[in-house]
């Protein structure tokens, strides 16, 4: 059991500077050629902070865990909401796009219709994952094609900060080194989770939900804080929302086109209802002077916390 906590920590370590490297080097190469910021956030970013999600699903199906699998898509997503933009928020009030409200967040609810409907028999089968491969796809055109350029000003900006030294080569090496560590940190997460949850007595969906979640989902909390701390509020959100969008979509419609997942009864009394309130909860949040006030965060943060604990206590939810 030592041996799989020393591994979860040298995966979430090796995700966590990865998925930055992999960031940084994607989101220069995105502004060098003048992409908005909102979509650089909802499509670049959150790929790159998703990437942990989609190595630890897929190599959890592939290895027979799936429970670790679809735990770690429904986890992240609600800590993507509930500990990433509660703790941003509680630290400093986030002013929101009017587009992300209009647009992505109403999308992100019907993500989550979408994949209870899918799982309504049971399991998501390899042609349920077609469907969530092709609302993904669909998802990402729209982003693109409702905002492909920056204004004039911001492309100008990133033009000077691209010719000031961020070259092509250095960034595209820094991305392909941020995947290196993503890849070889998944592997040992999902590793060293079976075996903490081995060792322990607890469900692997507990720490698929948990562990492995709050893991893969360090990347995006590195990405929204340091948005947010530079006032760019719009891709910490856009970040978090896209990051969402593309767990339930595309990387839950990867998994189960690898291997189908079956789905506990447990996600349809627990999980599911608590993954949707969590999502439901943005949009009256964002709606009051289209921001999160750090009071919202707090409460988020708080129903975070709660959320957890229950886990741990409550008997028949995990």
């Known amino acids: 059991m030592l041996t799989g906590f020393a591994l979860v920590a040298a995966g979430v370590a090796l995700l966590y500077y990865g998925a930055g490297l992999l960031v940084v080097g994607a989101s220069r190469l995105a502004a060098g050629f003048g992409v908005a910021p909102a979509v650089v956030g909802l499509t670049v970013v959150a ?16 290895r027979g865990n799936p429970d670790i699998a679809l735990g770690n898509i429904v986890g992240s997503n609600i800590a993507n909401v509930g500990l990433i933009l509660g703790l941003g928020a509680s630290l400093r009030a986030m ?59 911001v492309q100008e900006a990133y033009g000077r900060a691209a010719a000031a030294g961020r070259r092509k080569v250095r960034d ?37 939900l948990t562990v ?8 995006e909390l590195a990405a929204s804080l340091v948005a947010m701390t530079r006032g760019e509020s719009d891709i910490g959100v856009g970040n978090v929302l896209g990051s969402n969008l593309f767990n339930l ?45 750090r009071a919202e965060g707090a409460l988020l943060l708080g129903a975070y916390t709660a959320y957890v604990a229950a886990l741990f206590l409550l008997p028949g939810v995990g």
Do not use: N
């Open 249 to 293: 979509l595309g990387i839950l419609g990867v998994a189960a086109l690898v291997h189908p997942i079956e789905i506990p009864d447990t996600f349809f009394r627990f999980q599911y209802p608590v993954l949707a309130v969590f999502t439901l909860a943005l949009l009256p949040i964002m709606r009051t002077g289209l921001g999160i006030s």
């Open 47 to 62: 790929f790159g902070t998703s990437l942990p999600e989609l190595v630890v699903s897929v190599t959890a199906a592939v």
């Open 212 to 219: 492995v979640a709050v893991g893969t989902s360090l990347p």
């Open 172 to 208: 595209g090496l820094c991305a392909a080194c941020g995947l290196v560590g993503v890849l070889l940190g998944g592997h040992w997460l999902v590793e060293g989770g079976v075996a903490v949850a081995a060792g322990l007595g607890v469900p692997a969906v507990i720490i698929g």
């Open 95 to 153: 002013t929101v796009e009017f587009t992300l409200l209009k647009r992505e967040a109403p999308m992100g609810l019907g993500a989550v219709a979408l994949v209870v409907l899918l799982s309504a028999d049971g399991v998501i089968g390899r042609g349920d994952a077609a469907v969530l491969l092709a609302a993904f796809c669909g998802f990402l055109y729209w982003s693109v094609m409702g905002e492909r350029q920056a204004p004039e000003g």
